[in-house]
């Protein structure tokens, strides 16, 4: 069998689904001993048949020459790659719509490896708030520490916001890169992506134009598209939906495989890849991830309406309740495929009331983290947000009472009840 063969995403006429090719696609089980499933190759080191043949596979990973036609990376080292992991990656690419895919050793790994391949000092990042706390972190605390100036605006400012945001920015320095994080990390506060394509395409008529990168993590890859909406580098992690059982830590990052080639080069220096049990691992969640989000996605729905009736209940931040004459609900109807399964809701009261609540629940987890199989709640400004201000937080939305949920795929009644005798402690 060819690997032209069995690469294909066609069935005659046919384009085969996502789903479908998660089964099997960039696997030829004839090349491992006819086993349905990859085996894990747990190995440091690849042997080669020839000299040559090293010198050459050394030349392809270094940039040392151009691929010839048709010509693929010989293995070499599992640092620089692994089966398991160019199998991974083949398959991520196919659900980001994307050329190509690299695999981290966490979602973490996957965004500071690809800013370090692409700011420097001396230059401005351009970035969405609210974002992940350990995003957040890298941003305004360790990169300034090596020149690279952070400008935020908010996610939900719109395009008057983004544009005021990139004036400031210009006068600090070269804008190189616009980071978003879309839904927003925890508020589910919306970065209209067109808009900033718009934006990083104004800052190009003067200058080069900053390479758009989005955070799809709250979302993707099944519910969102980003380089169908004009950003260049998508990044996930893979710890939340794709691995889906939170029993593993890895992330990626999706795109044009000329903008990808600079973050290859760096991730094989900085040896941020994923390791081939967690590539494999991986695999394996792929093949069940459209059922699990769509079933975890349905139970959202259930539980965010019956908090939205709940009488110790002030607010609730799930995006499918969005009205009509919100800004963010012509966004989320053209750039989002579902709500998702990821919301806060505020009790009424502060922190004191939002612990008790936590501390009273049975069934859904008190742990952060999202997009595994069970549910799980945590308390953003105590926990993933901690190390941000008490001022900072109140402007961005993140309030003592705020509580985040992950709801995952068990009986929806079962979550209702366990959610409504925890805020019975408030009565």
């Keep these: 069998m060819t690997e032209k063969k069995w690469r294909t995403r066609m069935l005659g006429e046919r384009h085969l689904s996502p789903e479908t090719l998660m089964m099997g ?19 440091s080191t690849f042997v080669f048949r020839s000299a040559q043949d090293g010198k050459e596979f050394f030349e392809l990973a270094y940039g040392l020459r151009q691929k010839r036609p048709n010509e693929e990376p010989g ?85 008057a916001a983004q544009v005021e ?93 000329e903008w990808l080639e600079p973050i290859r080069g760096m991730r094989t220096i900085l040896g941020t890849m994923c390791d081939p049990e967690t590539g494999w691992l991986l695999m394996r969640s792929l093949e069940t991830l459209k059922l699990r989000m769509n079933a975890a996605a349905d139970n959202a729905r259930r539980v965010a309406e019956f908090l939205s009736r709940h009488r110790q209940v002030k607010s609730v931040w799930y995006l499918g309740f969005l009205p009509a004459e919100h800004p963010d609900r012509e966004v989320f109807e053209r750039q989002c495929k579902s709500a998702g ?54 402007r961005l939305g993140i309030s003592p009472a705020l509580i985040r949920l992950s709801v995952g795929i068990e009986d929806a009644d079962d979550l209702i009840a366990d959610l409504e005798q925890a805020l019975s402690v408030l009565d």
């Design 75 to 159: 293995l070499i080292y599992s640092r620089i790659n692994n089966p398991d992991l160019e199998m991974l990656e083949d398959r991520l690419a196919i659900w980001d719509a994307a050329e190509a895919s690299l695999v981290f050793a966490s979602g973490m790994a996957a965004i500071s490896t690809t800013l370090w391949a692409y700011v420097r000092p001396g230059d401005v990042l351009l970035h969405s708030d609210p974002i992940y706390g350990g995003t957040d972190f890298l941003l305004n605390k360790i990169l300034p520490q090596f020149g690279v100036t952070p400008v935020g605006f908010p996610a939900e400012g719109g395009f």
């Design 25 to 43: 696609y960039g696997y030829d089980p004839l090349l491992s001993e006819r086993s349905l499933k990859p085996p894990v190759f747990r190995t």
């Design 165 to 257: 945001a990139a004036q400031r920015a210009l006068a600090r320095g070269p804008v190189t890169a616009i980071y978003v994080e879309t839904p927003a990390n925890p508020t589910n506060g919306l970065v209209d992506l067109t808009e900033i394509r718009r934006t990083a395409e104004a800052i190009g008529q003067t200058a080069h134009r900053p390479i758009i990168i989005v955070d799809n993590t709250m979302l993707g890859p099944l519910f969102q598209t980003p380089l169908a909406l004009g950003a260049d580098l998508v990044i996930t992690s893979l710890t939340k939906y794709v691995g889906g059982h939170s029993d593993l830590i890895a992330g990626c990052c999706s795109g044009a495989r």
């Design 341 to 394: 399964s990821t919301f806060g809701f505020e009790v009424r009261g502060g922190e004191t009331e939002a612990f008790a609540v936590l501390d009273q629940l049975k069934v859904i987890k008190l742990a952060v983290s999202l997009g595994g199989t069970e549910s799980l709640a945590s308390h953003p400004a105590a926990m993933t947000h901690s190390d941000i201000s008490a001022e900072e937080k109140l």
